[in-house]
Antibody
Framework: EVQLVQSGAEVKKPGESLKISCKGS????????IGWVRQMPGKGLEWMGI????????RYSPSFQGQVSISADKSINTAYLQWGSLKASDTAMYYC??????????????WGQGTLVTVSS | QSVLTQPPSVSAAPGQKVTISCSGS????????VSWYQQLPGTAPKLLIY???KRPSGIPDRFSGSKSGTSATLGITGLQTGDEADYYC???????????FGGGTKLTVL
């Protein structure tokens, strides 16, 4: 079974750094893109960016470029989403997804269970 | 403001049919495949339709998708109370070089 399992919920203070993870299993991790989607409280889904673990090619949405960093460690089939300095507006549920297609532009299946990030002083 | 436009809400009675629209432009829906996702309350989204009109295994044929020009539509027949959820369309935007979602539509089965 193809699965994406994310790290647990985080509570952080503004200005702190954070790295959340997403472990893929049941498929060839280096042969598929993996991406991140944000959902702020009570709001819709936002595409953040994707990475191809095979060669670390990374693409960001213009809205998130420079705000977050996406990386992957193919030795442990894990992708990461990282912030250098969190803001209260980063409070959201973050989902990892597996985009289908050689360019990463296809549909998303599966989805991780989500990681809730709360940033509050 | 989302790149793709969906109605905020739709409603219908059990057993009836509903359609959810998703409007975009030539840089996204007009030249790329559309997918649809169902998000039940408190859960992660799930793939419903891919490549405009294909259903993954396990998705009942009550769910259908279509695309025409720069718009796409999700159809749900034989509505059940368990279909109450938020529905999102998505596609690639060639101008942004990024994926884009619709704002989501809340389905209420009255």
């Amino acid at each position: 079974e193809v699965q994406l399992v994310q790290s647990g919920a985080e509570v952080k203070k503004p200005g702190e750094s954070l790295k959340i993870s997403c472990k893929g299993s049941g498929y060839s991790f280096t042969s598929f893109w993996i991406g991140w989607v944000r959902q702020m409280p009570g709001k819709g889904l936002e595409w953040m960016g994707i990475i191809y673990p095979g060669d670390s090619d990374t693409r960001y949405s213009p809205s998130f470029q420079g705000q977050v960093s996406i990386s992957a460690d193919k030795s442990i089939n894990t992708a990461y989403l990282q912030w250098g300095s969190l803001k209260a507006s980063d409070t959201a549920m973050y989902y990892c997804v597996r985009p289908i297609g050689i360019t990463g532009s296809g549909w998303f299946d599966p989805w991780g269970q989500g990681t809730l990030v709360t940033v509050s002083s | 403001q989302s790149v793709l436009t969906q109605p905020p809400s739709v409603s219908a009675a059990p057993g009836q049919k509903v359609t959810i629209s998703c409007s975009g432009s030539s840089s996204n829906i007009g030249n790329n495949y559309v997918s649809w996702y169902q998000q039940l309350p408190g859960t992660a989204p799930k793939l419903l339709i891919y490549d405009n009109n294909k259903r993954p295994s396990g998705i009942p044929d009550r769910f259908s998708g279509s695309k025409s020009g720069t718009s796409a539509t999700l159809g749900i027949t034989g509505l059940q109370t368990g279909d109450e959820a938020d529905y999102y369309c998505a596609t690639w935007d060639s101008s942004l070089s990024a994926g884009v979602f619709g704002g989501g539509t809340k389905l209420t089965v009255l």
